[in-house]
Every structure is written in structure tokens, then in C-alpha cells.
């Protein structure tokens, strides 16, 4: 899943736009519509997947239904040739997302239900965002590799899908033979719209979803115009980004195991915040980089990663804890609906961040294939959405951290009286060889 996540936001969208032509504003138009649509689907997947109840799981089926659409989604926009229009675009994109909506959403809830205290999931989400940075080095090292067949943005990118396509069903298949999904004692109970909108309103939850949706646009931005900047404003080669791109990552994913350690101990929300008062920090920085100074670029990248690896994990980890609070005070398991209210979040910003950062390179007239021959004035304006968007939105996503009510103290509250009545609930359904629901939720 990391493969398509980064190549979808960096490459396909230069590729659109410069290889095949397309206008950059149609480009960044359709992303951003398609992922809005997208993100109406994830809280339709997210109840749905809660409501589902077969004895092969509620999310193992779901993997099973996400495998087919994610890879035509990858084979449409990896493979795509001149000719192709807006409208393939669109229907790539609709795939894409769909089935890595499905993949994602069944992942991550199943990964909710492996371990249940505040520190060991701190742990878990670390090691599968680790795995996540390992897949783009991974998927990014492609394009280095076959530099000596030529700079061919088309070769590299139909490499990079096809690599996509062969590793789903055996990891897919790996998930579903080896990773255990745990059952917990739950009512069934239906949200509806009102619901929907006390969920969202909950304090942890809105915080939550609102600092992931300013990191997500943050990121996301400097993601879609990465190519341009490097290129154009810094003077480097094509092929040699994915240096840039696996220093990120690389620093991301060797530091993350320690993150999560550090989480821990000092809470998963001070973490965050700290993560995003780096980005203020160190995204300025680049601004610095000189032209084709390839080492302080990979080292500003690097440690940029570190903070990168931080704002996606932390906020997976910290919605299970909210999950908990939910089924402690209604009976009730919302670990779909929680996770596709953080996908949609995150979905959100990336479809505003390649629609503001495609249309804003439009408005100052900066044109892709002129590249370094573009206007002093479009450069500067290139290099300050790159450097400057992150960084003002992670310091607002640091700022809703503060004071986030779920403490490791309170998260370990709320995990032991579940577990004492998880545990009543089971003994006295043994006893009576029976399942015994729990007492009625309270209406939503």
C-alpha cells in the first residue's frame, strides 16, 4: 500500500501534467475531486465493515474485496500512455483510492485489536508505519536502479506499477494466514446521521481528524510540487530524487521504532505536537539548500522524515484509544467508522493539498516544461508553497494537541474498566453457554 501512496501524490500527478500533457489546474482539479468523492466512500466502508459478521472475521473479507480494484486502479494510472484525457484519470483515481480505502481500513482495524494497552500500540503503529517508509524506499529506489535505461518518466513509472501489482496478494494473503483478529464484546448498533455528527464532535476524535487534516495538506503540498521544486528552483537531475525521497523515508523509518518507544513514555498527543513544531523548524530550511548541493538536501530531507514518520503513525495509535473511550461509555465498537473518519481526513488533505499546489503553480505562471527557464518571481513562489505550507500548518496541527484529554492516565483508566467487563461479559456467557450481549447502547 506505501508503494502507490507516495508515487500516486508525487510522480502521477507530474506525469499527467508533463509527460501526457495535461493542464496542471485540470490535473490538480480532478485529483481533488476525485478525492473528495473518495472520502464520502470511506465512512460508508468504515459502517459497513462494523457491521459485517462472518466466521472468517468482520475486516479479513474486506482485504479479500480490496485486492481486485486496487490493482486495476494502479494498472490504469501507472500504465497509462499519451492519448488518455481527463476522464481515464478520473476513473484511475476512483480505482486507486477505492480499493486502497478498503486495503487501508481493514488493515488498520485489525491492527487496533492485536494489542490493547496505550504503550503497546504506541509500538504496533510504529512497526507498520516503519513498514509503510521501508515500502516507498522500496518502491523509490525503482527510478535509480534504471537510470542507465535512459531517463523515461514512462519506463520508471509502469516499474513502479508493476512492482504495486506483484506484491499485493502475497502480502494481502500473509494478513489473512498469519495475523490473528480479535473478537471483542460489542453491541450492534446502528449510528445514522446524528450519530455520525456526535462522533465527529467528540473531543479526541475532532482534534484528532483536524490536526491529520493539517498535516495531510501540509505534506501533501509540498508531495505534489516535490518534482517542480527540486527540478526548477534547486537544479537537480530527474533521476536522482529518489535519493532525495529514501533519505526521507529511510530516516523516517529507522527512527520510528524509537518514536514509538518515546511515545510511550511521554504521550502519543506531546509527540504529535513536538512533530509538528519540527516541520516549523526545519521546513524553512530548504529554502537554504543550494543548488545541486545534493548532500544538505538529503540531510535537510532526512531529518524532515523523522517528523514525517511522526504525524502519520501517532494519530493511528491515538484513534484506537478513542475507539476504547466510545466502547467503554456506549457498548458499542466503532473501529471502522473511527479509522475512515482519519482516512477521510487524511484523503481530504491530499486532495486539497495537489488541487492547491497544482492550481497555485498555474496562477503564478509557472509552466512544467520550462523548468529551471521559468520566471525569478514563479521560483520564489514554487519554493515558498513547497517549504512554507508544511511548515505554518504544523504548527497549527502542534497547537491542537495541546491539552488533548486523552493522557496515558486516562487512556489507562479506560483500557483497565474495559477489560474488567470484557472479562464479566465473557464469564457469564460461559457460564450460561450463551453469548450475553452487553446493556444497550445509548441512543445516538
Known amino acids: 500500500m506505501a508503494m502507490l501512496t507516495l508515487?500516486?501524490?508525487?510522480?502521477?500527478?507530474?506525469?499527467?501534467?508533463?509527460?501526457?500533457?495535461?493542464?496542471?489546474?485540470?490535473?490538480?482539479t480532478v485529483f481533488m475531486a476525485v478525492r473528495i468523492f473518495d472520502i464520502i466512500l470511506d465512512p460508508a466502508l468504515g459502517l459497513m465493515m462494523d457491521a459485517t459478521d462472518t466466521r472468517w472475521g468482520r475486516f479479513r473479507p474486506w482485504l479479500v474485496a480490496g485486492v481486485p480494484v486496487f490493482i486495476a486502479g494502479t494498472a490504469m494510472l501507472f500504465m497509462a500512455r499519451a492519448g488518455v484525457g481527463p476522464l481515464y484519470l478520473v476513473?484511475?483515481?476512483?480505482?486507486?483510492?477505492?480499493?486502497?480505502?478498503?486495503?487501508?481500513?481493514?488493515?488498520?482495524?485489525?491492527?487496533?485489536?492485536?494489542?490493547?494497552?496505550?504503550?503497546?500500540?504506541?509500538?504496533?503503529y510504529a512497526w507498520i508505519q516503519a513498514a509503510f517508509l521501508g515500502g516507498i524506499c522500496i518502491v523509490m529506489l525503482l527510478p535509480l536502479l534504471m537510470r542507465g535505461q535512459g531517463n523515461d518518466p514512462a519506463a520508471a513509472l509502469s516499474a513502479m506499477g508493476w512492482l504495486i501489482i506483484l506484491v499485493v496478494v502475497p502480502a494481502v494473503l500473509l494478513v489473512l494466514l498469519?495475523?490473528?483478529?480479535?473478537?471483542?464484546?460489542?453491541?450492534?448498533?446502528g449510528l445514522g446521521l446524528t450519530g455520525y455528527i456526535r462522533l465527529i464532535a467528540r473531543p479526541p476524535v475532532a482534534r484528532l481528524v483536524a490536526a491529520d487534516?493539517?498535516?495531510?495538506?501540509?505534506?501533501?503540498?509540498?508531495?505534489?510540487?516535490?518534482?517542480?521544486?527540486?527540478?526548477?528552483?534547486?537544479?537537480?537531475?530527474?533521476?536522482?530524487l529518489g535519493i532525495?525521497?529514501?533519505?526521507?523515508?529511510?530516516?523516517?523509518?529507522?527512527a520510528l521504532p524509537l518514536m514509538g518507544a518515546l511515545a510511550a513514555r511521554i504521550g502519543k498527543h506531546v509527540v504529535l505536537g513536538l512533530c509538528g513544531l519540527g516541520a516549523l523548524i526545519v521546513c524553512p530550511i530548504m529554502f537554504l539548500v543550494p543548488e545541486r548541493g545534493?548532500?544538505?538536501?538529503?540531510?535537510?530531507?532526512?531529518?524532515?522524515?523523522?517528523?514525517?514518520?511522526?504525524?502519520?503513525?501517532v494519530p493511528r495509535s491515538m484513534m484506537a484509544d478513542a475507539g476504547d473511550e466510545i466502547r467503554l461509555?456506549?457498548?458499542?465498537?466503532?473501529t471502522g467508522v473511527l479509522y475512515a473518519l482519519l482516512i477521510s481526513s487524511w484523503k481530504l488533505g491530499g486532495a486539497l493539498s495537489v488541487g492547491i499546489g497544482l492550481i497555485a503553480l498555474d496562477l503564478i505562471g509557472y509552466v512544467p516544461k520550462l523548468g529551471v527557464a521559468n520566471s525569478h518571481q514563479s521560483l520564489i513562489g514554487l519554493q515558498l508553497l513547497f517549504a512554507g505550507t508544511p511548515a505554518m500548518l504544523g504548527l497549527l496541527g502542534a497547537l491542537l494537541c495541546w491539552h488533548y484529554p486523552l493522557t496515558p492516565e486516562r487512556c489507562a483508566e479506560i483500557r483497565a474498566a474495559l477489560d474488567a467487563r470484557d472479562a464479566s461479559v465473557l464469564s457469564s456467557a460461559d457460564r450460561a453457554a450463551t453469548p450475553i450481549p452487553l446493556q444497550p447502547a445509548p441512543a445516538e
Do not use: C
Request: proline share 3%; aromatic share 12%.
Open 91 to 124: 476513473a484511475g483515481l476512483i480505482l486507486a483510492y477505492a480499493g486502497w480505502s478498503i486495503l487501508s481500513l481493514a488493515q488498520l482495524s485489525i491492527a487496533a485489536g492485536l494489542v490493547r494497552g496505550y504503550a503497546a500500540r504506541a509500538r504496533v
Open 294 to 313: 545534493l548532500i544538505p538536501a538529503a540531510i535537510v530531507m532526512a531529518i524532515w522524515g523523522i517528523f514525517y514518520g511522526g504525524v502519520t503513525f
Open 329 to 334: 461509555e456506549q457498548g458499542v465498537d466503532r
Open 244 to 254: 532525495l525521497l529514501i533519505a526521507q523515508m529511510g530516516a523516517g523509518l529507522v
Open 7 to 28: 508515487p500516486l501524490v508525487v510522480n502521477i500527478p507530474e506525469y499527467f501534467g508533463n509527460a501526457l500533457g495535461l493542464n496542471l489546474a485540470v490535473v490538480g
Open 178 to 189: 498469519l495475523v490473528p483478529e480479535r473478537l471483542v464484546a460489542s453491541n450492534r448498533h
Open 213 to 240: 487534516l493539517l498535516f495531510g495538506i501540509g505534506y501533501g503540498v509540498a508531495s505534489a510540487v516535490l518534482v517542480f521544486f527540486f527540478v526548477a528552483a534547486k537544479g537537480f537531475d530527474r533521476s536522482v
